[in-house]
């Protein structure tokens, strides 16, 4: 059974920055790509960073320059650091195993003055 736990979410003011960690249980996480998801209210799930396993990376345009998206095999965890914070950055936020297979419960983002 492969469980996916995501964790690092909370309130922070425009400008700031937060990690968020995804930890994957079980012994197939160095062989899959990983995914950072986000909805925000009423719109659908994108994509915010993908991450081989090899480590090639890949970033939606709105995020580009301001997350980086990084992985620790031996640890079997994903992160994501968001810098330069934005309101229009509020969302739930998904960590998604090989192209979502596996989902987290998701960690929500919230970036308010």
């Known amino acids: 059974q492969v469980h996916v736990v995501e964790s690092g979410g909370g309130l922070v003011q425009p400008g700031q920055s937060l990690r968020l960690s995804c930890v994957v249980s079980?012994?197939?996480?160095?062989?899959?790509?990983m995914g950072w998801y986000r909805q925000a209210p009423g719109k659908q799930r994108e994509l915010v960073a993908g991450?081989?396993?090899?480590?090639?990376?890949n970033y939606a345009a709105s995020v580009k320059g301001r997350f980086t998206i990084s992985r620790d095999n031996a640890k079997n965890t994903v992160y994501l650091q968001m810098n330069s914070l934005k309101p229009e950055d509020t969302a739930v936020y998904y960590c998604?195993?090989?192209?979502?297979?596996?989902w987290g419960q998701g960690t929500q983002v919230t970036v308010s003055s």
């Open positions: 079980g012994s197939i996480f160095s062989i899959y790509r």
């Open positions: 991450i081989s396993s090899g480590g090639s990376t």
């Open positions: 998604a195993l090989n192209y979502g297979s596996y």
